[in-house]
């Protein structure tokens, strides 16, 4: 799965999970975990290298060997979405759709039908602004390089021209997808880690474990229950004017939380500073955003509409998100270090600003 960039409606039969039981609650339930007078149960915690970032995995639990048996089984889940997923690995069903597709129509499992139809909903909810096929336009700028530049007006023609969910044509009835346009490919990275992170919860939910944080890269996390004592997970999201004092906190429980931001990678060009996040609608990256975070019920959720919200004006993301329920966002708009917090009108109780965090 590439970790560069580019409302799930069906899941896989093995990971089918109701909206309505992820409604996000902010005052969670203290699962039963030892004893209401008891001392807490610890914190057990692995951390792996996955999908080309470092994931980790935190189960409070009393019994340390189911704790630790369940999280060896939730990075073994987020492995293999990584196989069924990867870019990189041409042995992966992804890799084989993206080099058949645009001969003709491509047979693929149960689950890559559901990930396709998944990325289909966000694409055409999100304005177009959400869309994994960006793949030709980011290579054309160089981010799967160690020195991205700005290409020419030709090669970013030739990229769009590539591009575009529109083209990508789905048969639910006979399992195949088809690409209209030869060079086009689906690119995993800006919803992979999210669908990861919802199966390896989706494990341990099946395992019994009330209270956990998935991560993948700290970018993209779902907090399952909540910590003895506390109303969720306290995430610190970063300030990247200053990595010393958070610029809020969010107490996480039931729900995800992911963030994109400039700082992580982007091509300067004289003046002009570019995000490695592009707006497919026109084909260039997007300018004067710095950060974005997204709370929503699912982890591929949050994951691909912080891209939607990196992309779109405030307008459009109210509408979007408001019709959402449980997805929330905070933004820095303009340049890092310059500019201003906006936060989705009806979150103010959920990012915590201006508090220690514990």
């Excluded at 970032?53 to 999280?71: G, M, W, Y």
Aim: with cysteine.
């Amino acid at each position: 799965m590439s970790s560069n960039p580019s409302s799930g409606i069906r899941q896989p039969a093995a990971s089918i999970i109701s909206r309505r039981s992820f409604a996000v609650t902010w005052v969670c339930a203290v699962p039963n975990l030892g004893g209401f007078f008891g001392a807490a149960p610890p914190i057990h915690r692995q951390s792996t290298k996955l999908m080309g970032t470092f994931c980790e995995i935190q189960v409070c639990h009393s019994d340390a060997v189911l704790a630790q048996q369940a999280i060896r089984r939730a990075f073994d889940e987020m492995e293999r979405v990584e196989r069924l997923l990867s870019n990189h690995d041409p042995a992966s069903e992804l890799s084989a759709l993206n080099r058949e597709a645009s001969r003709s129509p491509f047979r693929v499992s149960d689950e890559l039908l559901d990930f396709v139809l998944q990325c289909r909903a966000l694409y055409d909810a999100t304005e177009n602004a959400f869309d994994p096929t960006v793949g030709p336009l980011v290579r054309a700028w160089g981010f799967f390089t160690s020195h991205p530049e700005t290409p020419s007006d030709r090669d970013i023609a030739a990229a769009k021209a590539t591009s575009g969910f529109d083209k990508v044509q789905v048969n639910e009835a006979a399992r195949t997808v088809s690409f209209a346009t030869a060079g086009m490919e689906i690119d995993s990275g800006g919803i992979g880690k999210g669908y990861a992170v919802d199966r390896a919860v989706q494990v341990l939910r099946e395992v019994g474990i009330e209270a956990a944080l998935v991560s993948a890269g700290g970018s993209t996390l779902y907090a399952l229950g909540s910590r003895p004592g506390r109303p969720g997970w306290r995430i610190a999201i970063k300030n990247p004017a200053d990595w010393q004092r958070p610029l809020a906190l969010v107490d996480l429980c039931g729900s995800s939380l992911s963030t994109s931001g400039i700082s992580e990678r982007s091509v300067q060009a004289g003046s002009r500073r570019y995000s490695h996040i592009f707006d497919p609608r026109t084909g260039e990256p997007v300018e004067r955003m710095c950060q974005v975070t997204v709370i929503a019920p699912r982890a591929a959720e949050s994951d691909a509409l912080t891209k939607a919200a990196f992309i779109l004006p405030r307008d459009s993301v109210m509408n979007l998100f408001r019709r959402r329920p449980g997805v929330h966002a905070l933004r820095i708009e303009g340049p890092c270090g310059e500019g201003s917090v906006w936060i989705t009108p009806w979150s103010s109780s959920v990012f915590l600003q201006n508090r220690n965090s514990s």
